[in-house]
């Protein structure tokens, strides 16, 4: 496993106060090192988590939209998706709103039966307190939004099947492949028990589901309203225990979580005061009898204090604005 780099890139732009017959090259010189000592700085404490918390495998995608700085480490790495996999269905789902396929008041029927992809046998949702306001619906109907909302800020699985059969899996996939996103494989519903003892599971990469929560921030998924209604829903998911226990109580974070017996994950677009966002993925894997633990918690607050430290430096060298990227 080699390590991930930092690579600096300047463009030139003098700032306000630099000397102007200093070269490009000594005003970035600093940055370079400082930058190469903050990378080793977070590595090695990214390595440390791994260990403490006895993480059998970590994979992290990082972006900054305000300084363009990215990160990774085993980014491209696949894990079990868990609940992550409701971003792509919440995506799908407003991919058929933007074409007037759907609108968010569709009414659903509410029901507790869905089919296994492996033997076409029924299979029901072993509701949780997380499908409480789902559950009480059942016979009824419920709105698309509402689903949407259930799915993603509770982490309804009875919403989540309820809104993948409206869409259908194929329609999720192809959404994918529409916005050009590698690294997330939809293949069924939820607690599918038997596609999950035959090894057939939702699966995504860091990366993958970075590069999708981008498109949502940009409002390029599809148009710019949905996008714009996709992260009011993902503003208000419930779960704090991930990246925003990490970050300052004044941040906002629009983020889906996803746990399992042996997985921690939380995707999601940090907002600061009036910087523009940065976008954090953190998936995490540990042995069954380790339990839930804080890594994703550490991870986040690492690259919050990293952004700290190089917005003073970034300041006192007075260097031409830089772009970071990782190999």
Known sequence: MGKPRW????????R??????????????PAQKNLAAMERSLYNGILRIKKTHRLERLGIAFYDSQTTLQWSFNADTLFHAAST?????????????SRGELTPDSPVHVRNRFTSIVDGKPFAIVPGPMDAEVAKSEGRTMSVHDLAYEMITKSSNLATNLLIDVVGIDAIKRCLEELRVDGIVMVRGVQDEAAFQAGINNLVTANGVLRLLRMIADGRAYSPEVCAQMLEILLDTRARSGIPAGVPGDASVAHKTGNISTVH????????GNRRPYFLVVLSQFPADAGRTTAVAEVSHGIFETLGRLKRDVEDEEIPPAQVAAS
């Open 265 to 272: 994950h939380d995707a999601g677009i940090v907002y600061i």
């Open 16 to 29: 306000r106060g630099a000397p102007r017959k200093a070269s490009v090259r000594q005003a970035v010189e």
């Open 85 to 97: 996999i409701k971003i792509a269905v919440l995506v799908a789902v407003y991919a058929q709103v």
């Open 7 to 14: 690579l600096l890139y300047a463009d030139g732009v003098r």
